[in-house]
């Protein structure tokens, strides 16, 4: 405000008028409307219209009520331009980086990377590259009826059980999902139910429901070992580390049920666990120091994750409570696995579909963790970052990263639906399982 105006108005009228300023600085209110504004009262005060005393207080509310609406219309102007698009230079950039998600780093192959092998509805599929759909892998139905499948431990071969009229194979496919092939070209080794890789991904191991014959099979197609012993096969046998012998839940003679060790060389059988009661409740560690299994103690009431090997040898790393007495029904645990690092384990328990639950346990015995309600089939991808599961005929993702013991667990997200497969789906049988 022109200083000459300012010194000559009442002492009262300055602190208003010392106000009006401020604000119309503060506004930055264009100059030349303030020049005019000055004027006009520059004006007013030569003509001394009405009485010197009250004048400026007269105008005050007018020019307030102006500056309020040139104020409005600069706010207005500047609401338009920050919503509306900035036009840019031909060839410049954007400087400004659109926020990630979890959902678009998976899409964008960022984290979990490679591709989830599904078998569903006795089917076999394969995750595209975007993890927006499954693909089905033997639209030809070459392999017959999927039974089971196994990555190698590369993760460069994918292991497919099939069966077609009572007679079974195993055939192989690469991680882009190629051409299937049989790795007995004549194989006539009955229904077979399970397939594992050794660890140097030379050899197979796979078993007979019908006779109850477990078989040792070259990757080459040029060995074929057959293994007929008196035990009773329940679920897929694994190799050892060192691969000189298989564990596998089942029974055998002189021996109540629970996990097995069979030695290949001298065929000696090593009651490891009497307490395991399910198929896949058994894991080793990706770099075979570990062994887990989970164990039904019924005159406690408890389920215990025990581990094998490390420091201390034997450790119970979680438990759960389950009913007592053997004549109780009891929950299921299935697809007990470790991440890649060791340092978690995933697995399912439940007594059916709708009340399957996933858990997450650590390695060292700090705690457990459930992760999701009414779903099953869990996989961890190789990076870590990744949980894989089924719920509701839906494939899932939940971001590990933001798992801990303190916080609220993260929103899943659907990977994709699942697709239909060649006969109606068996959860028990729906498998997922990440390339290592």
Not at 214 to 239: M, R, W
């Amino acid at each position: 405000m022109n200083k000459e105006i300012f010194d000559q108005l009442p002492a009262d009228e300055q602190v208003v008028a010392a106000k009006l300023n401020s604000t119309a600085d503060n506004m930055e209110v264009p100059q030349d409307f303030q020049w005019k504004l000055e004027t006009q009262l520059m004006d007013a005060y030569q003509n001394k219209s009405q009485s010197a005393t009250g004048w400026f207080a007269k105008l005050v509310a007018p020019a307030a009520w102006t500056i309020a609406a040139v104020l409005g219309f600069f706010l207005f102007n500047w609401a338009i331009r920050s919503l509306a698009p900035s036009e840019q230079a031909p060839g410049s950039s954007s400087t400004e980086i659109s926020p990630t998600t979890f959902e678009s780093n998976v899409r964008q192959g960022n984290i979990c990377e490679g591709p989830l092998a599904l078998a569903h509805g006795y089917s076999v599929f394969l995750s595209n590259e975007e993890k927006t759909e499954f693909v089905d892998l033997d639209p030809q139905r070459t392999i017959g009826e999927l039974r089971s499948l196994s990555w190698s431990s590369s993760g460069e071969q994918l292991a497919l059980v099939g069966n077609t009229t009572g007679t079974g194979n195993v055939y192989l496919t690469d991680s882009a999902g190629g051409q299937l092939k049989p790795v007995l070209p004549n194989s006539e080794l009955g229904y077979l139910m399970d397939v594992a890789w050794s660890r140097d991904g030379k050899q197979l191991l796979t078993w007979s429901s019908q006779n109850q014959t477990v078989y040792l099979i070259s990757t080459d197609g040029k060995g074929l070992i057959e293994s007929e012993f008196t035990l009773q096969l329940f679920a897929t046998p694994q190799f050892t580390p060192d691969g000189s012998s298989m564990y596998f839940y089942g029974s055998a003679a002189g021996y109540t049920s629970g996990l097995f060790e069979f030695k290949f060389d001298d065929r000696e059988m090593i009651l490891v666990s009497s307490l395991v009661e399910d198929d896949t409740a058994f894991a080793w560690s990706p770099d075979g120091s570990l062994l887990a299994y989970i164990e039904m103690d019924r005159g406690l009431g408890e389920a215990r994750l025990m581990k094998i090997g490390g420091n201390p040898s034997v450790q119970t790393l979680a438990t759960m409570p389950i009913p007592k007495g053997s004549g109780s029904s009891i929950p299921g645990v299935a697809n007990l696995s470790w991440s890649k690092d060791g340092t978690k384990l995933i697995f399912e328990f439940g007594r059916n579909a709708s009340d399957h639950a996933i858990y997450l346990a650590y390695g060292d015995g700090s705690g457990l963790i459930k992760l999701v309600e009414s779903a099953h089939a869990p996989t961890i991808s190789s990076d870590g970052n990744c949980l894989a599961y089924i719920s509701d005929k839906q494939a899932f993702l939940l971001d590990l990263t933001n798992v801990s013991l303190t916080s609220a667990l993260p929103a899943p997200i659907v990977l994709t639906d699942l697709p239909v497969g060649r006969s109606v789906p068996d959860f028990r049988l729906d498998k997922l399982q990440w390339k290592p």
